[in-house]
């Protein structure tokens, strides 16, 4: 079946401006998370969603980072007036399925998308 | 905290050759999953394996073989008679089981280069 799939692949734009990255997780995986890839930080975490839910919003870098997940499905990730620092790879991943008292599902990832702040 | 260790950034071997790929971890909590996953220069994370802690069994899948051990919080990986396609960033993390959002702490990685 079709895997994580995430758009843009690649993304250039200029200091201030906005951007919406796109994620579309793999059919019926409930559970849904955003990762940030970038060469100072490795991997970081940045947000999860069960179903629509995203219970914590405290790994995102700044208020600047918003995630909206909507009928359990698609996801986007907003930065608004994007700084240099923000050029990163940008990873979502999902999983079958992530209560609170439950183990964690493997979770299969997208191809990221490249963000380039000029 | 939570926290993966691969303290080796870079390793280079010679095709056919065998290569441990290190990982260290740690964690409070008793009950805690370990993955590895690779990243092919094409920049895909690709799922390898995954193991709960109470299954210390080591575990072998073709060429790739996994050994698990809680005394030294260690999750070592090792390729035997490595292939020029190994050539990746290969990940380890960490994850609750328990009473968190399941997000995967990872380590900084390691490159792996196989030369022909």
């Known amino acids: 079946g079709a895997g994580v799939s995430q758009s843009p692949s690649n993304k250039v734009t200029e200091k201030g401006k906005d951007v919406e990255l796109r994620c579309d997780p793999i059919s019926g995986h409930t559970a849904l998370y955003w990762y940030r890839q970038s060469l100072g930080q490795g991997l970081e975490f940045l947000i999860y969603f069960q179903g629509n839910s995203a219970p914590d919003k405290s790994g995102l870098p700044s208020d600047r980072f918003s995630a909206e997940r909507t009928g359990g499905s698609v996801s986007t990730l907003t930065i608004q007036r994007t700084q240099q620092e923000d050029s990163a790879v940008y990873l979502c991943?999902?999983?079958?399925?992530?209560?609170?008292?439950?183990?964690?599902?493997?979770?299969?990832f997208g191809p990221g998308t490249r963000l380039t702040v000029l | 905290a939570q926290k993966v260790t691969q303290a080796q950034t870079e390793i280079s071997v010679v095709e056919k050759e065998d290569v441990t790929l290190d990982c260290v971890y740690e964690t409070r909590d008793t009950t805690y999953y370990l993955f590895w996953y690779k990243q092919p220069p094409s920049g895909e994370l690709v799922f390898l394996i995954r193991?709960?802690?109470?299954?210390?069994q080591n575990e072998i899948s073709g060429r790739y073989s996994w050994n698990f051990q809680k005394s030294t919080s260690s999750f070592n990986f090792t390729i035997t008679a490595s292939q020029v396609v190994d050539s990746a960033v290969y990940f380890c993390?960490?994850?609750?089981?328990?009473?968190?959002?399941?997000?995967?702490?990872f380590g900084k990685g390691t490159k792996l280069s196989v030369k022909p």
């Open positions: 991943a999902s999983s079958l399925a992530r209560g609170l008292a439950g183990p964690p599902d493997t979770q299969y």
């Open positions: 193991r709960n802690s109470f299954d210390e």
């Open positions: 993390a960490l994850s609750e089981a328990w009473g968190s959002q399941g997000n995967l702490i």
